[in-house]
């Protein structure tokens, strides 16, 4: 009745950004991402006797009623499945902090539903704990397998789910996260998903994006970093353009997201092949190849803006460890 999992968040080279289906969270758009080996969750779930309502404890700390909520109704899906009555006692802890723009609700909700599942006792297939973590935050999806991953866009909930392109080793890319603020975002990427639809700019958008989504791709496969590096950029401020435009606007970004930008820019001039993308949030996610991410970090972790820095390799999925 406990189980341990620990789960990769990722980042998105092909954004997830509105939902037609809000309750699933079945995405209007496939999107494609890279697993993150330092930006890891792990939790344990333990059902019990005795609870009169689940307790989740996240980094030391017990979670505040609406993310408690939403924990239990992703633990209420595995108890639907597995015919478990129990409430669960939920701990989890983040190697990077929460709600700042490294998606911790796609690795929150992956670790979170492998635990739930194997404490339950059942073993779901991987395209299927796909899916069931697609409930709890759609990025989980793609958290759950490995590598550089794929997530279909689909009308139903088993057809929506995230399978690996590429394993991990297939290319030493790597993503270092310049964190600009530790401070909790003020609109989560729920609402943002909620909103995306009233930008003017969401259908022009949804138009385009087959043939980007196909280029990314082949991008990745041919480890082609000149070709995906634009595609990338262009997609982040895509995604920006549409929550910037939203009724009512979401702006993400701080004054040292945008000294970031100009800085990656200034860099490639001076011959370092490195690119930018951005999630909901202000943080700076540089993607460049394994021979100059060390001179990368360095010059990231020099810059005044920067309060921190995460460095990742492409990771392997979700699975289950040891209980602590
Ligand atoms: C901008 O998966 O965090 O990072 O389903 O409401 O939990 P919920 O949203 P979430 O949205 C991620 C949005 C994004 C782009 C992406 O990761 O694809």
Redesign the pocket.
């Known amino acids: 009745m406990r189980a341990t999992a620990i789960a990769p968040s990722?980042?998105?080279f092909i954004?997830?950004?509105g939902?037609l289906d809000q309750e699933l969270?079945l995405p209007y758009n496939a999107?494609l991402?890279m697993t993150l080996d330092a930006c890891t969750t792990t939790t344990t779930v333990a059902f019990e006797a005795g609870l009169e309502g689940d307790v989740v404890d996240v980094d030391g700390r017990a979670l505040d009623a609406t993310g408690t909520a939403r924990v239990t109704a992703q633990l209420d899906r595995v108890r639907a499945l597995s015919g478990i009555a129990q409430h669960a006692r939920v701990t989890s802890a983040n190697a990077f902090p929460m709600g700042t723009g490294i998606?911790s609700?796609?690795s929150a909700?992956a670790a979170l539903t492998l635990a739930a599942t194997r404490a339950a006792g059942l073993d779901l297939a991987e395209r299927e704990l796909s899916a069931l973590a697609r409930c709890?935050?759609?990025?989980?999806a793609?958290s759950v397998p490995g590598g550089f991953v794929l997530w279909h866009a689909a009308p139903t909930h088993e057809g929506s789910f995230a399978e690996s392109l590429a394993p991990p080793e297939h290319w030493d890319l790597r993503d270092i996260v310049a964190v600009v603020s530790r401070a909790h975002k003020a609109v989560?990427?729920?609402s943002?998903?909620e909103l995306a639809t009233t930008s003017p700019f969401f259908a022009p958008r949804l138009f385009g994006l087959h043939a980007r989504l196909d280029a990314v791709r082949n991008a990745v496969l041919a480890r082609d970093l000149a070709a995906l590096g634009p595609l990338v950029e262009a997609e982040a401020l895509e995604?920006h353009a549409v929550a910037m435009t939203s009724q009512p606007p979401l702006r993400y970004w701080a004054p040292a997201t945008i000294a970031l930008l100009d800085c990656v820019v200034r860099w490639r001039a001076d011959g370092l092949p490195a690119y930018f993308t951005l999630?909901?949030g202000p943080n700076v996610h540089l993607l460049c190849e394994g021979a100059h991410a060390d001179e990368l970090e360095r010059l990231v972790r020099a810059l005044p803006e920067v309060v921190d820095a995460y460095h990742n390799r492409p990771s392997v999925g979700a699975h289950p460890v040891a209980a602590p």
């Open positions: 990722n980042i998105a954004k997830y950004w939902n969270r999107s991402s998606a609700s796609a909700f709890g935050s759609g990025s989980a793609r989560g990427s729920t943002g998903h995604l999630d909901a």
